[in-house]
């Protein structure tokens, strides 16, 4: 999905007319719902002149020129995608472009950057086109056996090498090359050996229909891939401030070799914003530097997932995945490295009834504990993501412990969003729809908010639990992928019962004639063709049980059904949590504004469970009502 479209040559009069920036803005709103920033605005102004009329210049006038393209599953967009026929091959050629306003920049680390005048850490720019390169080429099949037909390079049109020089000290590749204004004569001849300028502006035209209309992949999902990224290479794509905060791990370890110095690095994200794919990168990468790593979350379920995927086959590599309380008691630096991936989930202390007598005595703060354990402690969170009673883990209370434990804190914001579709408003939608976030916008219908063309996630709403569960498994039987259903903790959780053999589940989930079970306890016996509840999410048998917050968190898969139980009512234009209406013995105790904070984090959780779609469906009649006009 691009913004605009044309050929370099009506683009460039537009440009010059200082019409091209202004209709960019009104697309912008128009398509994807944003409201773009004047600094945006005034780079579209600034670089996409300078840019056409080099293309022009090259004799390329006809090439067809996609601004502002949407990457598939994902928010991020390219600046410039230049569409044509390869001259030797006289295949259709796509070549990616990163325009950057810098006049100097300087390398921070191998790929990471201090730009002058600019505000926080950025990824070298031939990293960054090459990223996009390589996850279109990972998510396009028509791709996979056209290894000469995308190319990708940044130019950085206000910058004198001389002033960028340390940037060149940098691979080169189809992927990935670097520009400035003094290399546009180069830069020309790089366009004219990719791009045929004497194929025509029909040509140019069908590169252009070609690359809009691939088809692309879903979003590889996490397991599918964190065996080979662990125990043999690099998999996982990561794109701008994932990279970032890679790149910022492994300097802090170095860092820390070299000089003894003590780095904890924070990344903050929302749902599906790649948190735990720079974990398992980081992982796979330290472990096979030999460094001294784990994974740690607060998440049973998560943890035995992973030792059960990740791990396949490898003792070694299942030992690498651990509980935020395994380190109570430990000597400190015992590790290089911890990763504790869901850091929201990190608690007052680890202590409980297993823990020996002589933890006990030694245990302190379990934030403590994490930072004390390695050398680089490094936190993933989302602070909207707590929905515990007790759950600490944000940025305040790391960055206060980190402080007083004389640690440096490196910080990074992730703003991608690869789960729900890549949608770039679903995330919005949704804290608006609960009111978090400090957020003080108000409610918005679905189609009010998203454009048009954002397409990256179906959502619904759904009149009954019957319907509800129609729905999701009529998008699993149409478009493949995994279905679940999930509801608010507002039914009783019974004990199995029957005898060893004929063992079942209790179908406590009861609205009107509908009944389903809650998936398996986590600490129950064993029960025929009903998957162990760590593994509800991902077990093939986990559809026919409605899965509760504490087996989906952390989690994602294709297509979610969620039901709004009575804990949580839509009264007078405004949300209104009942503590009758819950049955999670937990958040019951919780006090009112806690109990309302962890109520609404708990849906949030479930609505972002979905990576292709999401219907939703509420017991209560002036709920269900406001969730049909929200999701129209």
């Known amino acids: 999905m691009a913004l605009i479209r044309g050929s370099a040559s009506d683009l460039l009069i537009e440009a010059r007319a200082g019409h091209l920036h202004t209709r960019l803005r009104e697309r912008a709103g128009y398509v994807i719902g944003t409201r773009t920033g004047i600094g945006e605005v005034n780079s579209w102004q600034r670089s996409l002149p300078i840019l056409l009329q080099l293309v022009v210049d090259a004799g390329l006038e006809e090439t067809e020129v996609l601004l502002e393209h949407q990457l598939p599953h994902s928010r991020q967009r390219i600046d410039v995608v230049l569409c044509g026929v390869h001259p030797r091959t006289a295949e259709s050629c796509?070549?990616?472009?990163?325009?950057?306003?810098?006049?100097?920049?300087?390398?921070?680390?191998?790929?990471?950057?201090?730009?002058p005048g600019m505000p926080g850490r950025h990824l070298h720019p031939v990293e960054q086109v090459r990223g996009y390169c390589q996850y279109v080429a990972d998510h396009t099949p028509a791709l996979v056996e056209r290894s000469r037909a995308l190319h990708g390079?940044?130019?950085?049109?206000?910058?004198?090498?001389?002033?960028?020089?340390?940037?060149?000290?940098?691979?080169?590749?189809?992927?990935?090359?670097?520009?400035?204004?003094?290399?546009?004569?180069k830069l020309a001849d790089h366009l004219r050996s990719l791009l045929d300028p004497n194929a025509g502006r029909s040509a140019g035209l069908a590169a252009g229909d070609e690359f809009l209309n691939f088809e692309h992949r879903p979003t590889k999902p996490l397991l599918t891939l964190a065996a080979q990224e662990i125990q043999e290479r690099e998999q996982f794509v990561l794109l701008d401030e994932q990279k970032v905060a890679y790149e910022l791990v492994l300097n802090a370890v170095e860092r820390s070799r070299a000089a003894h110095t003590r780095t904890i690095v924070v990344?903050?994200?929302?749902?599906?914003?790649?948190?735990?794919v720079i974990a398992l990168s980081l992982l796979g990468e330290l472990a096979r530097r030999g460094q001294a790593v784990h994974h740690a979350t607060g998440s049973k379920a998560f943890t035995q997932t992973m030792r059960k995927y990740a791990g396949?086959?490898?003792?070694?590599?299942?030992?690498?995945?651990?509980?935020?309380?395994s380190y109570v008691g430990s000597h400190p630096r015992e590790l290089d490295v911890v990763i504790c991936d869901e850091a929201h989930r990190i608690r007052e202390n680890g202590i409980?009834?297993?823990?020996?007598?002589?933890?006990?005595?030694?245990?302190?703060?379990?934030?403590?504990?994490?930072?004390?354990?390695?050398?680089?402690?490094?936190?993933?969170?989302?602070?909207?993501?707590?929905?515990?009673?007790g759950e600490m883990g944000s940025l305040t209370e790391i960055t206060a412990a980190a402080e007083a434990l004389g640690c440096e804190v490196e910080v990074v914001r992730l703003r991608d969003q690869m789960r729900c579709g890549g949608s770039v408003w679903y995330d919005t939608w949704v804290a608006r729809l609960l009111g978090l976030g400090g957020t003080a916008e108000q409610p918005i219908p679905w189609s009010k908010l998203a454009g048009p063309?954002?397409?990256g996630i179906t959502l619904a709403s759904a009149s009954s639990p019957e319907s509800l569960e129609a729905w999701v498994l009529g998008q699993q039987a149409a478009h493949g992928g995994v279905a679940r259903l999930t509801a608010g903790y507002c039914w009783r959780w019974s004990d199995p019962v029957g005898d060893e053999g004929e063992r079942r589940l209790v179908d406590d989930v009861r609205i009107g004639s509908w009944e389903r079970p809650w998936n398996a306890k986590s600490e129950g016996k064993r029960i025929p063709d009903v998957p162990e509840s760590d593994y509800w999410a991902t077990d093939t048998r986990g559809f026919g049980q409605v899965g509760c917050i504490y087996t989906a968190q952390g989690f994602e898969y294709d297509?979610?059904?969620?039901?709004?139980?009575?804990?949580?009512?839509?009264?007078?234009?405004?949300?209104?949590?009942?503590?009758?209406?819950?049955?999670?013995?937990?958040?019951?105790?919780?006090?009112?504004?806690?109990?309302?904070?962890?109520?609404?984090?708990?849906?949030?959780?479930?609505?972002?469970?979905?990576?292709?779609?999401?219907a939703v469906y509420s017991t209560d009649p002036e709920t269900q009502a406001f969730l049909e006009e929200m999701t129209s």
């Open 352 to 389: 409980n009834r297993f823990t020996k007598k002589e933890q006990r005595e030694r245990a302190g703060r379990q934030i403590d504990e994490l930072i004390n354990i390695a050398n680089v402690p490094v936190f993933l969170l989302d602070e909207n993501q707590i929905v515990r009673p």
């Open 94 to 115: 796509f070549v990616f472009v990163e325009l950057k306003q810098w006049s100097k920049a300087e390398l921070y680390l191998a790929e990471v950057l201090n730009v």
């Open 453 to 455: 063309l954002d397409q």
């Open 267 to 276: 990344v903050e994200g929302g749902p599906g914003s790649g948190k735990s």
């Open 312 to 325: 396949r086959g490898n003792q070694r590599v299942k030992g690498l995945f651990k509980y935020f309380n």
């Open 153 to 185: 390079f940044a130019y950085l049109h206000n910058a004198r090498r001389a002033d960028v020089a340390s940037l060149f000290d940098h691979r080169v590749d189809d992927y990935g090359r670097l520009f400035t204004m003094d290399d546009n004569a």
């Open 559 to 614: 297509w979610s059904g969620v039901i709004f139980g009575p804990d949580l009512v839509r009264r007078d234009g405004m949300w209104t949590p009942d503590r009758s209406g819950s049955k999670d013995p937990l958040v019951k105790r919780a006090d009112d504004p806690r109990f309302t904070a962890l109520v609404k984090n708990t849906y949030k959780v479930l609505l972002t469970r979905g990576m292709r779609g999401t």
